[in-house]
């Protein structure tokens, strides 16, 4: 700088401003105050500069930066979660099942207990998996994730689907598939999931528009052809509150039924005023696949494949253990749910839906548990 300058008393107060602050500062506070001068400077520098219509953009983000922890570093906030979503529980007998569901109080805030378990996107190594991700929040749980075969094994994309295994009574392995609602650029992808987990049912809880785009139409009027799979739909039965096609699907000479739900009676952002419904078909799900060879899980679907799709699920199991137990624990239910995917039951409503469903189920069945 130019002792002549008319910029030169500015800096003698700008240091003369500083000189306490910098005598009391740790040497790597001393170091970033030296850059914010050496900024500031430069800053008059190229402000002085006449007819200048350059403009100064300065990045701060860096200075004191930490780097993030590695992935393989657990967090205490990590094992915490972890640690409740595999002990937490609480077994309820019929009569517990009938008074908790009249105790909104008690049940909003078992619910506010259980942590939600979402995925952060470090955790997933795939380039460009944004693309296949209805929403960018919801992401599958790396450790339960269904990974579609590949001729490529380096082809990350590719293998990419936003669905979980998730497991049933008993800890059931892979008894269900939680996904999102196909994407135009995922129909593929789905029914390749289909073929290769060989699955028997395909359950559908929402309408493909709800104010916005929820899920495209995936499957064809009569016949069409996805990738490698070809679809045919059989027959079409319209029941009150949902609809049940049989499909056939072909692959390289092999050819499999596959029935698919569609429950078109879940209202936007709320629960149904009535249980029964689901209760229905949670039933006809059940004989079906009971009535399947195939052992492939059932395939359930929402937009987000979460929140109802959670709701389908942890009903179908809890009365499997009211079947079979005369007891049921929705919170270890829950918690289940939510170490295979996160989210699974977004909100208080739906987790009192859940409980309301499993009362009147218990009253429809007032008998002892199966020896």
């Known amino acids: 700088y130019d002792r002549g300058s008319q910029l030169w008393p500015l800096r003698s107060i700008f240091l003369q401003s500083l000189a306490p602050t910098m005598i009391k500062l740790t040497y790597l506070a001393w170091h970033t105050e030296l850059i914010t001068l050496c900024i500031f400077l430069l800053y ?34 990590e094992r915490a979660t972890q640690e409740y979503l595999q002990s937490a529980g609480r077994v309820l007998s019929r009569q517990q099942l009938r008074d908790i569901t009249l105790n909104t109080q008690m049940l909003n805030a078992e619910f506010a207990e259980i942590p939600m378990n979402f995925v952060d996107q470090k955790e997933l190594d795939i380039p460009n998996h944004g693309s296949k991700n209805r929403y960018k929040t919801i992401l599958p749980n790396p450790h339960s994730r269904v990974i579609l ?43 390749q ?12 809880i929402t309408k493909l528009k709800e104010k916005n785009e929820k899920c495209v139409l995936y499957w064809p009027e009569k016949r069409g052809i996805y990738g490698r799979v070809e679809v045919f739909v059989k027959n079409v039965k319209e029941c009150d509150h949902y609809i049940i096609r049989t499909l056939i699907l072909k692959q390289g000479g092999q050819s499999r039924k596959v029935q698919h739900y569609w429950y078109t009676s879940w209202p936007d952002h709320k629960t149904p005023e009535s249980t029964g419904p689901l209760l229905q078909l949670v039933n006809d799900v059940e004989e079906d696949r009971r009535g399947f060879t195939s052992s492939g899980p059932v395939i ?35 918690c289940q749910l939510r170490t295979d995917r996160g989210g699974m039951i977004q909100t208080e409503e739906q987790y009192e839906f859940v409980h ?16």
Request: negative net charge; proline residues 4%.
């Open 44 to 77: 008059l520098c190229v402000s002085s500069r006449r007819g200048s219509n350059v403009s100064l953009v300065l990045d701060m983000s860096a200075l004191g930066s930490v780097e993030p922890l590695s992935s393989g570093v657990v967090t205490p906030r």
């Open 149 to 191: 075969k590949t001729k490529n094994s380096n082809d990350l994309l590719s293998s990419y689907i936003n669905a979980n295994y998730i497991r049933g009574y008993l800890r059931d392995e892979k008894a269900f598939i939680a996904t999102q609602g196909p994407m135009i650029n995922t129909v593929n992808d789905f029914w």
């Open 193 to 204: 999931m289909v073929w290769q987990e060989d699955c028997p049912v395909i359950v559908m």
């Open 300 to 334: 359930v679907h929402c937009s987000a494949g979460i929140g109802r799709t959670g709701c389908f699920i942890a009903t179908t199991i809890g009365c499997r253990q009211l079947e079979l137990e005369g007891v049921v624990d929705v919170l270890r239910i829950v």
């Open 356 to 371: 309301h469903a499993l009362n009147l189920y218990e009253s429809r069945h007032p008998v002892e548990p199966v020896e």
